[in-house]
């Protein structure tokens, strides 16, 4: 009789989506990985939001009394692949080989169950590629991060749990976490009716201090910019939405008039990078009212 164990999950999360329905990343074993693996029959399962290693046995064994002597000072390792491009601009991530670095992911961090340094995936997880002995010489391969679990480290991990928790431990995940980024958004409002000024706003549920005034552009007198005061953070669903209100007449109808409701989002292709400070971005967004 066949019994099948799982051994660990890496995870990826990118908190840009609010649902994790698709995967932007591949993670790939390499060739001497894959034939240690293939030789313990333990199968790569390959998931929407990263994979899973299992242990095909005849036997129903203990996993940790399997591995205590088979996997000792051995490290599994991974190749993170970005299938999405478009990715990198609603999230807080950088190309590393663009300048010789790579990420570098492992299971040796402070927090056991995270493969990165900090909260997030971030620069400080940039190293320079030679120094990653695991990192592929061999051509084809497009590396975006390696991933190195340490197989002596994931056994003291499961070595301070008890038999009843064991397998609670085999299921807890690797995980790696992507911020989505936050930008500063500029509304770029183009008045097609001679109906606006400058007294315009665009606005939160009648809060308007995400926003900045509104400014008429030198070039044009139907078109004004109306720029965010801090960072919004990007996602491809939001729970609320932003409105283009302005002052009614006083004399006639008191109050604020909404002149468009709902506001659209920045889209994944409008990232722009501040001309002076390159660790700043901007969305830009073209309404006609």
Not at 103 to 130: C, E, I, W
Not at 242 to 269: R, V, W
Request: hydrophobic share 35%; proline share 5%; aromatic share 12%.
């Amino acid at each position: 009789m066949a019994f099948s164990t799982k051994l660990f999950r890496i995870v990826i999360t990118n908190h840009y989506y609010k649902t994790q329905t698709r995967s932007d990343f591949e993670i790939q074993p390499l060739p001497s990985t894959k034939q240690w693996l293939d030789q313990r029959k333990v199968v790569v399962l390959n998931q929407i939001d990263g994979i899973e290693l299992v242990w095909l046995s005849e036997n129903y064994d203990n996993p940790l009394a399997l591995f205590e002597t088979k996997a000792q000072g051995i490290t599994l390792s991974f190749v993170m692949t970005l299938k999405n491009n478009q990715v990198l601009n609603v999230s807080a991530l950088e190309v590393g080989h663009l300048t010789g670095e790579v990420y570098r992911l492992h299971n040796g961090q402070s927090q056991q169950h995270l493969l990165h340094s900090g909260p997030f995936m971030s620069p400080s997880d940039l190293v320079a590629t030679k120094q990653v002995k695991s990192y592929p010489t061999a051509p084809g391969w497009n590396v975006f991060a390696m991933i190195d679990i340490d197989l002596s480290i994931w056994l003291q991990q499961l070595s301070k749990a008890n038999n009843s928790s064991l397998f609670t431990d085999l299921n807890q995940p690797y995980r790696i976490n992507i911020q989505n980024r936050a930008t500063f958004w500029r509304y770029y409002i183009v008045d097609t009716k001679k109906q606006l000024n400058k007294d315009i706003k665009v606005v939160s549920k009648l809060d308007s201090a995400y926003f900045g005034a509104a400014e008429l552009s030198k070039d044009s007198p139907d078109l004004y910019c109306i720029a965010s005061t801090t960072p919004i953070e990007l996602y491809d669903q939001y729970d609320g939405f932003f409105s283009l209100c302005q002052p009614a007449d006083t004399e006639t109808t008191p109050g604020i008039k909404t002149l468009l409701e709902k506001l659209p989002f920045p889209t994944y292709d409008s990232l722009k990078k501040d001309g002076k400070n390159q660790k700043k971005y901007y969305n830009d967004i073209v309404v006609y009212v």
